[in-house]
């Protein structure tokens, strides 16, 4: 609880900031950012991890050059941070909340570099401090590192246009592989500068030069590890997110209502409206006196969030991809503003300027507070009684929900006990009921360095797992663990599916002195008589 406090006081002295007429100087901004990147760590120690964070976290685990769903960036900075087996979430988490730190830094200095005044980018990165996506950007996701990546490139791709200077040109380009190595959203930066370029009548003139080309080669050379890795896996990784993942997609209005309603609630709605608003005001008004600076930054905005809003229909894109764009589009509603404050004559309750800003800037403040008293709830809840509030409303879910909320540790206890290592030559396999689930158990146990996942072949997430290990191959005579977060909806045919593959089947449980564990399904299983133990 006092952790969830200093938090909630950290984020309300940065709105306070935010909304008062007094100018934060450089050095105080610089203060600020620290003292909300220690607010982040501290409370991202107190909630359990997500499944697919333990997924990406595995990947750290077995390093390699690129993996099946995304490009390696998100494992090679985890591993460089973290070389070492870790069950403490903060440190599992400490790359993307440094990233986090990172793109707020970048929003600054991308502030500047492109014209505006040190009180226009100081505004826009303290708003950035409080949008909720943000404040909460500290889950092991590509998502984090695409954003701080893109915002680098940005950066860097405006002062080399500004400047076209080779080296200038060859640090983008880097920056742009960097992101490129982060999730394939990162083209839309290529497309985006391209249109920019294209469109700036002072600018297209480098259309004839070496620079934007050199960026875009170095660029693509910082993917050979990606084109290696996929030529080696049968263009695994390419196949995957051009393909696979929209197998099953159809034209659905009601995505883009989806993907819309996702963007006004990761930005939170007041302040969704208003960036767009006056993001698109700052555009119109750069069209018509030929702003580049403001030009260039619109482009970076809208492109992004126009393409996925323009596909939503059919690819059902997440909201938090377009994240990079919610910088400068930022930075562009911060500027008109200021520049309508300035305009406005101050009323009765104080400066002007804070009017625009107040009420969106409130709300925003009050839905990254919820995250903390959400977070900390299971250490405030027991979990019999969490799971009987569940059952009451969710009861089809309770079950797995606390088994993957509070039991993952009791597993690990369990696993760990057994004395057994569950490695690629071990005589007794690990059997997961998902890709998730797997590898939450390889980050939670001690002796589980590899396990196996019924999602393999089944659908087209988190199939990483069944290229380090198949169960497509299982030797025979192999004895194994079948653990499942929760209870299958019929298990007496979940059993005899079992049996059919092993040579016998023992139920686990319940095990003296962990109640949790009942939360779960664990079978033993001896003497495999098949070597694909895959789930048909």
């Known amino acids: 609880m006092l952790i969830s406090a200093s938090v909630v006081i950290s984020l309300h002295a940065v709105f306070k900031l935010t909304i008062g007429d007094k100018l934060v100087t450089t050095p105080e901004f610089y203060a600020v950012v620290a003292l909300w990147t220690v ?88 708003l950035i401090l409080i949008v909720p996506l943000f404040f909460f950007g500290t889950l092991l996701m590509p998502m984090v590192a695409v954003t701080f990546f893109s915002v680098l490139a940005m950066l860097l791709l405006y002062r080399a246009i500004r400047r076209n200077r080779m080296r200038d040109w060859i640090i983008a380009g880097l920056a742009l592989g960097g992101a490129l190595n982060c999730n394939f959203t990162a083209l839309l930066l290529i497309a985006s500068g391209g249109l920019f370029i294209v469109s700036s009548p002072a600018h297209r003139r480098l259309l004839l030069s070496t620079g934007p080309y050199l960026s875009l080669i170095v660029a693509l050379a910082c993917c050979a590890p990606l084109i290696w890795w996929n030529s080696q896996h049968e263009w695994v990784t390419l196949g995957f997110n051009l393909m696979r993942r929209h197998r099953a997609s159809a034209f659905r209005f009601e995505n883009v209502a989806f993907y819309a309603g996702g963007l006004l609630l990761l ?44 596909t939503a229909a059919f690819l059902k894109p997440r909201p938090h991809y377009a994240a990079p764009a919610f910088v400068p589009l930022m930075l562009l509603c911060v500027r008109e503003g200021v520049r309508r404050s300035c305009l406005q004559t101050p009323g009765p309750r104080g400066n002007a300027q804070r009017v625009w800003i107040r009420w969106p800037a409130r709300v925003a403040t009050a839905t990254s507070m919820c995250i903390p008293m959400l977070v ?48 690629h030559d071990s005589d007794t396999i690990l059997i997961a009921s998902s890709y998730a689930q797997a590898s939450l158990t390889m980050t939670a146990a001690d002796d589980v360095e590899c396990a196996f996942s019924l999602d393999e072949g089944r659908i087209p997430y988190g199939q990483q797992i069944g290229i380090w290990d198949s169960l497509k191959n299982v030797p025979l005579k192999r004895n194994a663990f079948i653990i499942r977060a929760g209870h299958p909806e019929n298990p007496e045919a979940d059993l005899a599916l079992w049996r059919s593959r092993f040579s016998r089947i023992e139920v686990v449980g319940p095990i003296q002195g962990e109640p949790l564990l009942d939360y779960f399904t664990i079978y033993r299983g001896f003497e495999s008589t098949k070597t694909d133990l895959r789930k048909g």
Do not use: N
């Not at 685990?61 to 390696?72: E, I, K, L, S, V």
């Open 267 to 310: 930005l939170s709605p007041l302040l969704a409206i208003r960036m767009l608003h006056f993001g698109g005001s700052q555009f119109l008004r750069a069209i018509r006196a030929d702003d580049a600076p403001t030009r260039f930054l619109a482009v970076m905005a809208f492109v992004p969030i126009l393409a996925f809003l323009l």
């Open 39 to 126: 607010a982040r760590l501290t409370l991202s120690s107190i909630f359990p991890l997500g499944g697919d964070e333990a997924y990406h976290w595995q990947w750290s685990r077995h390093m390699d050059a690129c993996f099946y769903d995304h490009p390696g960036m998100v494992a090679w900075l985890a591993w460089l941070l973290v070389p070492v087996k870790t069950h403490a979430t903060c440190l599992i988490r400490l790359s993307p909340l440094l990233l986090g730190t990172g793109t707020v830094l970048a929003t600054y200095h991308l502030g500047r570099v492109t014209g505006h005044a040190a009180e226009v980018a100081v505004r826009a990165a303290l």
């Open 376 to 423: 900390i709830a299971p250490a405030l809840i027991p979990s019999a009684r969490a799971h009987a509030l569940l059952a009451r409303f969710l009861p089809d879910r309770a079950d797995k929900t606390i088994a993957e909320v509070y039991g993952w540790p009791a597993l690990a206890r369990y696993l760990d006990r057994t004395r057994i290592k569950f490695d």
